[in-house]
């Protein structure tokens, strides 16, 4: 398996993921000016398979932070009245927290971890006109629970005054998402999940509605004003200084996905998904996620089986140089995940899974 180094530790977390020597490559790029021609013919050379991938006509910004930058921006650009965090697992019970911290009125829509979002829930809160905004982690990373969005956004399009605003950091590009199609509002994404880059790049839509709604909010910001992001978007620039490299990156990943094919490219994680579902089945481990809402990006394995996972992941590192995850937040060591995204292959996820069962304690 190709690595940047000799001492490389191969990375089947569920981000930051592998990034191909090819893209390392293509990121080395000699330096340009961010507010000068050749990043305008950069930035519109990349947009339009940026608007195939997020299934919308309309302006997909670039961000120089994590996502969370952009998910924040979202709750100061867009909640007026209140806001409904769907909570589920680590992430999107942060986002929770975050709209408070940010001095906005919001609730929680809780459910346990390892549990999905069900738009009966979402339709039974907005019922009572107390909600503006709706944030919804598509898949959350955290349990592997894959929640039904295009069910959830038929159930906020009921409501014209709600917005719904939609984490996809460990689905984009791994499932299809139709922005206009279903009525997202706002769809970010970043860099370092199946995108198969280094982190510090979002990426996000906003619909026409959103920024009409930011027009009357008067406290957005500034670094995350998502009118400022229209407004140098109609140049083709950014706000700020923009991440360069990242983006050359970009637009090399771009030309990869739309090579393989957008469809064989959802296919292809499909199948690599369900090998590693295959393992789990054939070494006597459970889902953490129910079925039907299990992620396509990345696996949430129930330690069962009760074995040592700390230990587990330090031999497989030692020897096969290469790392799993051991759980996150409440659920560490009582789950484990391991991710099947970005430019991984049959070949190297059966390589993992070779290694991985080598190391397994008994």
């Known amino acids: 398996?190709?690595?940047?180094?000799?001492?490389?530790?191969?990375?089947?977390?569920?981000?930051?993921?592998?990034?191909?020597?090819?893209?390392?490559?293509?990121?080395?790029?000699?330096?340009?000016?961010?507010?000068?021609?050749?990043?305008?013919?950069?930035?519109?050379?990349?947009?339009?398979?940026?608007?195939?991938?997020?299934?919308?006509?309309?302006?997909?910004?670039?961000?120089?932070?994590?996502?969370?930058?952009?998910?924040?921006?979202?709750?100061?650009?867009?909640?007026?009245?209140?806001?409904?965090?769907?909570?589920?697992?680590?992430?999107?019970?942060?986002?929770?927290?975050?709209?408070?911290?940010?001095?906005?009125?919001?609730?929680?829509l809780q459910v346990e971890w390892g549990e999905p979002i069900l738009p009966e829930a979402v339709d039974a809160r907005l019922a009572t006109g107390e909600y503006d905004t709706v944030t919804l982690v598509h898949n959350e990373t955290s349990t592997g629970v894959m929640n039904p969005l295009a069910d959830i956004a038929a159930v906020v399009r009921k409501y014209p005054d709600v917005l719904l605003v939609v984490d996809t950091v460990s689905s984009f590009s791994t499932v299809p998402i139709a922005v206009d199609e279903l009525g997202i509002d706002v769809l970010l994404t970043g860099s370092q999940k199946a995108l198969a880059l280094p982190p510090g790049l979002a990426l996000f839509s906003v619909s026409e509605r959103a920024l009409a709604r930011a027009e009357a909010i008067a406290d957005r910001g500034y670094y995350f004003d998502f009118l400022e992001f229209k407004k140098n978007w109609e140049k083709m620039m950014t706000p700020s200084t923009p991440c360069i490299s990242l983006i050359y990156g970009l637009r090399h990943q771009l030309d990869k996905i739309f090579a393989e094919g957008i469809e064989a490219r959802y296919a292809r994680h499909e199948a690599l998904n369900r090998m590693v579902h295959d393992w789990v089945a054939t070494h006597g481990f459970e889902h953490f996620a129910p079925e039907g809402y299990r992620s396509k990006s990345l696996t949430c394995v129930a330690n069962n089986r009760e074995v040592d996972v700390s230990a587990w992941i330090k031999a497989m590192r030692e020897k096969h140089r290469l790392v799993i995850n051991g759980g996150y937040g409440k659920v560490k060591g009582v789950t484990f995940r391991i991710s099947n995204m970005g430019d991984e292959t049959e070949e190297r996820i059966a390589a993992m899974l070779e290694a991985i069962t080598d190391t397994l304690p008994a």
């Not at 000699?30 to 309309?58: C, D, N, W």
């Not at 932070?65 to 952009?70: D, R």
Request: hydrophobic letters at 35%; proline letters at 6%; glycine letters at 10%.
């Open 1 to 108: 398996m190709p690595t940047p180094d000799d001492d490389h530790v191969r990375l089947y977390i569920p981000g930051p993921i592998e990034v191909s020597p090819d893209t390392y490559q293509a990121m080395s790029h000699g330096m340009i000016g961010h507010r000068g021609g050749e990043f305008v013919s950069l930035y519109e050379e990349v947009h339009p398979k940026l608007q195939q991938l997020f299934g919308t006509a309309g302006p997909v910004f670039l961000s120089t932070s994590s996502a969370w930058g952009v998910m924040e921006g979202a709750v100061r650009n867009l909640v007026a009245k209140k806001v409904l965090n769907c909570c589920c697992g680590a992430f999107s019970d942060k986002w929770y927290d975050v709209s408070l911290r940010c001095g906005k009125a919001a609730d929680q």
